[in-house]
Nanobody
Framework: QVQLVESGGGLVQAGGSLRLSCATS????????MGWFRQAPGKERQFVAG????????YYTDSVKGRFTISRDNAKNTVYLQMNSLKPEDTAVYYC????????????????????WGQGTQVTVSS
């Protein structure tokens, strides 16, 4: 069983930046792809960004391309989401998730493919 703990959320003005972190424990972090999802009030959970186990491939939902960057540090068992040029519509609870399969060669965007989830961290962007 893997444990995921997000941090770094908060309140920021539009145009500002935040960096989310997700620390993991419980299994070999470097064997698994990772993803970030978000859920706004009254809306379904949405894929935001993903990265393969090696870090060689990343994928972003269209609305965050050019503004968000996902990265990972396998030595620290941590995945990051750098969020720049934040907009009010980015307001949501952000969750990190770990792929259920090892060494997947591509980034998966489907929530059912992720076997472990963090508790979420709130990001609020004021206008």
């Amino acid at each position: 069983q893997v444990q995921l703990v997000e941090s770094g959320g908060g309140l920021v003005q539009a145009g500002g930046s935040l960096r989310l972190s997700c620390a993991t424990s419980g299994r070999t972090f470097s064997n698994y792809g990772m993803g970030w999802f978000r859920q706004a009030p009254g809306k379904e959970r949405q894929f935001v960004a993903g990265i393969t186990w090696s870090g060689a491939r990343t994928y972003y939902t269209d609305s965050v391309k050019g503004r968000f960057t996902i990265s990972r540090d396998n030595a620290k068992n941590t995945v990051y989401l750098q969020m720049n040029s934040l907009k009010p519509e980015d307001t949501a609870v952000y969750y990190c998730a770990a792929d259920a399969l090892t060494l997947r060669s591509r980034v998966t965007t489907a929530a059912p493919d992720f076997g472990s989830w963090g508790q979420g961290t709130q990001v609020t962007v004021s206008s």
